[in-house]
């Protein structure tokens, strides 16, 4: 029975803007509880519309964002509390492959 590899668990990230004259901060809910498991030997794609949020979701698994609420767990571990020399190994590990959309349409 395959086990979890990365195992995403109500994830959401928030920006704040600041907007107007008197510079108020607009909050803006980009990811909102965003849940889905890789087990292994599992292949996944990420698609959607352009702005919908797929890299900042690839960004924050990687710990490049930082997510207000949810954890992330790979191989069981949560990755939060990994250190610097356990997080860039976590890195090498887990990799992202950004699709350039230009030159992946045919014409």
């Known amino acids: 029975m395959p086990k979890s590899l990365l195992h995403v668990d109500n994830v959401t990230f928030t920006l704040y803007q600041k907007t107007g004259f008197l510079?108020?901060?607009r909050q803006l809910?980009?990811?909102?509880?965003?849940?889905?498991?890789i087990m292994e030997s599992?292949?996944?794609?990420?698609?959607?519309?352009?702005?919908?949020?797929?890299?900042?979701?690839?960004?924050?698994?990687l710990h490049l964002e930082p997510i207000s609420k949810g954890k992330i767990r790979y191989q069981g571990v949560?990755?939060?509390?990994?250190?610097?020399?356990?997080?860039?190994?976590?890195?090498r590990n887990v990799q992202i492959?950004?699709?350039?959309?230009?030159?992946?349409l045919n014409e």
């Open 29 to 37: 809910r980009v990811l909102d509880n965003v849940s889905f498991a």
């Open 23 to 25: 510079h108020k901060k």
């Open 42 to 61: 599992e292949i996944i794609g990420l698609v959607g519309e352009s702005g919908c949020g797929k890299s900042t979701l690839a960004r924050a698994i």
């Open 97 to 104: 492959i950004f699709q350039d959309a230009f030159s992946s």
């Open 78 to 91: 949560d990755t939060s509390a990994l250190k610097k020399k356990k997080l860039i190994e976590f890195r």
